[in-house]
């Protein structure tokens, strides 16, 4: 696990492999992000300018009329990719050790968090800092209700709605709503609520 294969710690992260996260080129790349977030959670509502212009800086891309309101954290920026009009509500948290994509029209409410490391069960490698991580995706239109966490691997299809407070452990498919822990399919959108006899 600890050999050296040639390859750099972030070409080893970048690719899903261990990696060991405390290397100095990827310390510095989440100093960066981290100053970056720094002064982008600084702001106020006001100063919707020079917020855009942060989070140009900070993340991978971010399409138009796209607002993620702060504080946003997040481990690298670079590698978290917004659509166009998606609405982040207070306190994400997108881990972007992999990639996270999220689609257009996306809304995310408040504490959320976008998860892609992961870290071996067994002790000893995880006692000497191996860790990798799985990429996130988020189709177009899906709401994240507040408090929703989405672990590593996890691809959400467009039109899904996770409710707040559920923890997302498997692929969901287009066009449902689930909710729990783990989140579950209840219904397909469009579908009425289950009756629930109250």
């Keep these: ?3 050296n294969d040639g390859r750099s710690m972030r070409e080893r992260m970048l690719a899903g492999d261990l990696y060991i996260a405390d290397d100095p080129e990827l310390a510095e790349a989440n ?3 981290l100053d970056l977030t720094a002064a982008y959670n600084a702001t106020t509502v006001r100063q919707r300018p020079l917020r855009r212009q942060l989070l140009e800086r900070l993340l991978g891309a971010v399409g138009e009329d796209t607002e993620i309101r702060p504080p946003l954290f997040v481990d690298y920026g670079t590698h978290v990719r917004v659509g166009a009009r998606c609405f982040a509500n207070f306190g994400l948290v997108a881990l972007d050790v992999a990639a996270i994509a999220i689609g257009d029209d996306v809304q995310i409410g408040p504490n959320v968090q976008l998860l892609t490391p992961t870290h071996p069960v067994e002790p000893q490698p995880r006692r000497d800092k191996w860790e990798a991580a799985r990429p996130i995706t988020i189709g177009n239109n899906v709401w994240l209700g507040g408090g929703v966490i989405v672990l590593p691997g996890v691809t959400i299809g467009e039109n899904t709605v996770v409710g707040a407070g559920s923890v997302v452990t498997k692929d969901l498919p287009p066009n449902v709503v689930a909710v729990g822990n783990p989140a579950r399919i209840v219904r ?5 609520p289950p009756d629930t006899g109250a």
Excluded: I, R, S, W
């Excluded at 397909?188 to 009425?192: K, L, N």
């Design 1 to 3: 696990m600890g050999e």
């Design 188 to 192: 397909a959108v469009g579908d009425p």
């Design 31 to 33: 100093a960066t992000a």
